[in-house]
């Protein structure tokens, strides 16, 4: 008896979904990312309007001030659907474990020059109450943002924000104690640098376009504040001994590395559409960066007693670049925080 075995093509009678096939031709296969992304929002057959806003649908694209022809035009440039994000998380976290492990084990915290670890205390434990407003924010975009390639991912952006309070929250403990994360509730509440930035975050609670509010907070409130704390007060700080904290924040400074990458292609994007998308663009970003630059200067002072108005200012000027590289025309605010 002989058996003969040969290898047979089996070519597949469509490539993906239909609804996909639509947009890109029948012939071309899907991405997991594009299957888990493109023309998911539901756009008909709703039963009612919501009581709390009868003037629009339950998902309506004109709750933003933004007009896209096409709301799938945005692009995730990390290509993340829930299982990219997990695994990519999961990662992450392993490597702020390792971290965390490493600092306790090897007794680096009772290295640490009290100095340097009381002015980290002061700085970084108050940042768990901006994170959980970052959380509240980015799922509001979630909920009322139109087309599931802006929303799946700031709905992504909220649970990091989440991951981020627990990591400020677990420095705490392994600095301090309990008590510290009570004296850094009570320094938002009341100590005068913070209630600036308190205010900022608050007036960003009631914004209604949640195009806007994407500006506000992960774009201008962001971008200023994780340079200043994450980069030039983390260089500050290993100056003085504090290499364990810049191990325990590790994941933070990757984190926006990686989220710039998304926040720079939707606002390419949305700039690029048309020039009054741009121009509304520029005003928010010039509004909220004003009030930013006041709220933070503050906590710069805090951060870097010596330098903390000027480093503010260069971030500026670099965030202010950065905007003009993407069509949007950043608010040139010299001074403001001084």
């Not at 009772?110 to 340097?116: G, M, R």
């Not at 901006?130 to 991912?153: D, F």
């Not at 900022?200 to 195009?211: A, C, M, N, Q, R």
């Not at 009054?276 to 200067?297: F, S």
Request: glycine letters at 4%.
């Amino acid at each position: 008896m002989q058996i003969d075995l040969r290898t047979v093509a089996i070519r597949p009678k469509r490539q993906t979904f239909s609804h996909i096939a639509r947009r890109q031709g029948q012939d071309k296969a899907a991405s997991r990312y594009q299957e888990a992304t493109l023309d998911l929002q539901p756009t008909a057959n709703f039963h009612y309007r919501p009581y709390w806003a009868p003037q629009f649908e339950i998902f309506d694209s004109r709750r933003t001030q933004i007009v896209m022809k096409d709301w799938y035009s945005f692009k995730d440039p990390r290509q993340f659907y829930y299982g990219t994000y997990t695994m990519a998380r999961a990662r992450q976290q392993d490597a702020a474990e390792s971290a965390f492990e490493f600092v306790e084990d090897r007794g680096l915290i009772a290295l640490l020059p009290e100095s340097c670890r009381e002015q980290a205390l002061q700085v970084l434990l108050p940042l768990r109450h901006l994170e959980w407003g970052g959380n509240m924010n980015n799922t509001y975009i979630c909920a009322y943002g139109y087309g599931t390639a802006i929303t799946q991912a700031a709905m992504f952006h909220a649970m990091d924000r989440l991951g981020i309070a627990q990591y400020l929250t677990r420095i705490g403990l392994t600095l301090s104690g309990p008590e510290a994360l009570d004296t850094a509730k009570t320094a938002w509440l009341e100590q005068a640098e913070w209630q600036e930035l308190r205010r900022y975050v608050e007036d960003t609670f009631v914004l209604d376009d949640w195009f806007e509010l994407l500006i506000a907070q992960n774009a201008v409130l962001d971008g200023l504040l994780y340079p200043l704390v994450y980069e030039a007060f983390d260089d500050a700080i290993n100056l003085q001994g504090g290499t364990a904290i810049s191990m325990l924040t590790q994941f933070m400074r990757d984190w926006k590395t990686e989220t710039n990458k998304w926040l720079d292609a939707t606002l390419k994007t949305a700039a690029a559409e048309s020039p009054d998308n741009a121009a509304q663009l520029a005003q928010w970003v010039a509004h909220w960066q004003q009030r930013a630059q006041v709220a933070l200067a503050p906590v710069a002072q805090l951060a870097l007693p010596e330098t903390g108005a000027a480093v503010l200012e260069e971030i500026a000027q670099e965030f202010s670049a950065r905007m003009q590289k993407l069509g949007v025309r950043a608010a040139q605010t010299e001074g403001v925080a001084a």
